[in-house]
């Protein structure tokens, strides 16, 4: 699995204060390229085997377009970008998506999902910032009402 794109912020414990933020403020954009490769690693690493998710006959038999990546996967992947912009995976307080398409992995090509995170809403009360995500696999979305919500109130030192 690749990664590209570019996440504003740093890694590491958080610098990103929530008076410095909009809404509607890009702070994450990062494509994945998947492979049937990525489908076997996922799959030993989450125990799920499930053979649409490795075999073109199997998937073709229930009627899936193809060889489909795990929901899990996509929605793993699609937080990670914020995860890299707030710098600790603890500050991610609720996370939230709905399915709506799968996204197929060509056995030549594989496939790129696309990651756009914006701020959608801040609630400067508790320090907290909803980031919303839109995840498109070939133009379409795939996660739909993609919410992430990251505290970032800064510890008391």
Same mark, same amino acid.
């Given at each position: 699995m690749v990664s590209t794109g570019s996440t504003s912020g740093s890694t590491g414990s958080t610098s990103v204060a929530i008076a410095d933020l909009s809404v509607g403020?890009?702070?994450?954009e990062r494509s994945f390229a998947? #492979?049937?490769?990525?489908?076997?690693?996922?799959?030993? +690493? #989450?125990?799920?085997?499930?053979?649409?998710?490795?075999?073109d006959d199997i998937a073709a038999s229930v009627g899936l377009p193809g060889v489909l990546a795990h929901g899990m996967l996509t929605m793993g992947? +699609?937080?990670?970008?914020? @995860?890299?912009?707030?710098g600790?995976?603890?500050?991610v307080v609720d996370y939230q998506v709905k399915f709506t398409r799968p996204v197929p992995v060509?056995? +030549?090509?594989?496939?790129?999902?696309?990651? %756009?995170?914006? @701020?959608?809403?801040?609630?400067?009360?508790n320090s907290v910032a909803r980031i919303d995500l839109t995840v498109?696999?070939?133009?379409?979305? @795939? %996660?739909?009402?993609a919410q992430v919500r990251v505290n970032l109130a800064t510890a008391a030192g």
């Open positions: 403020d890009v702070i994450a998947l #492979s049937r490769d990525s489908l076997v690693r996922y799959a030993g +690493a #989450s125990g799920d085997f499930n053979p649409i998710h490795y075999r992947l +699609a937080v990670q970008p914020v @995860v890299d912009w707030v600790d995976p603890a500050r060509d056995p +030549a090509g594989g496939a790129q999902v696309s990651v %756009l995170a914006k @701020v959608g809403a801040l609630e400067p009360e498109t696999f070939d133009g379409a979305t @795939v %996660l739909g009402k």
